[in-house]
């Protein structure tokens, strides 16, 4: 009878044991989709609101696009439109927040990159000049999440990865 209920034991201890390991494999799974979730709603709702598109869109149509801007150039267009500079530093504090969030695994990198690794990289070399005044003149670790990060997904940026299924 004790080798019995010994072996009972031993059954409940397993299946105790690996509801547990389950568990903590589920809540890890809900962890991970949850900042996915996260990093597309940040998209969607930023491509709903952005009040800067406008102005930044009216000044790039203006000077044709250019990849790589000289600063003086920025600042006779800051002279012009008194708007451009906020636009601008509200863009980059936008990239700024996704690569923290990035940082501080709020949002999912993977996902960040897909959507906006590729407008990032293109504005940090637009704006390189600023960016680099900037962090000169006002604060040396001004978007240095965002450069970093860019500079990260630029140095890989022929390499696709895909990510196994969640669940």
């Given at each position: ?10 059954i ?10 389950y ?13 996915r ?9 930023y491509a ?7 102005v930044i869109n ?6 044709g ?15 012009r ?8 530093d509200t ?6 927040f ?10 999912d ?7 906006w ?17 900037s ?25 696709i ?7």
């Open positions: 009878m004790d080798e019995f209920r010994l072996v009972i034991e031993i409940s201890l397993s299946l105790l044991a690996g509801s547990v390991f568990a903590a494999r589920q809540i890890k799974s809900s962890h991970d989709w949850n900042r979730k996260a990093a597309q709603d940040i998209a969607i709702k709903e609101l952005n009040p800067n598109k406008v009216e000044f790039l149509e203006r000077i696009h250019k990849e790589a801007l000289k600063l003086e150039e920025l600042k006779d267009e800051f002279k439109a008194s708007d451009l500079r906020d636009a601008i863009l980059l504090n936008f990239y700024e996704l690569a923290m969030g990035v940082a501080q695994k709020v949002y990198e993977k996902l960040i990159r897909i959507f690794g590729e407008a990032m990289s293109t504005n940090r070399i637009r704006y390189k000049s600023y960016i680099d005044n962090i000169k003149e006002e604060y040396p670790d001004l978007w240095r999440y965002f450069i970093s990060y860019t500079a990260k997904w630029d140095s890989q940026k022929n390499q990865q895909e990510r196994g299924s969640t669940g």
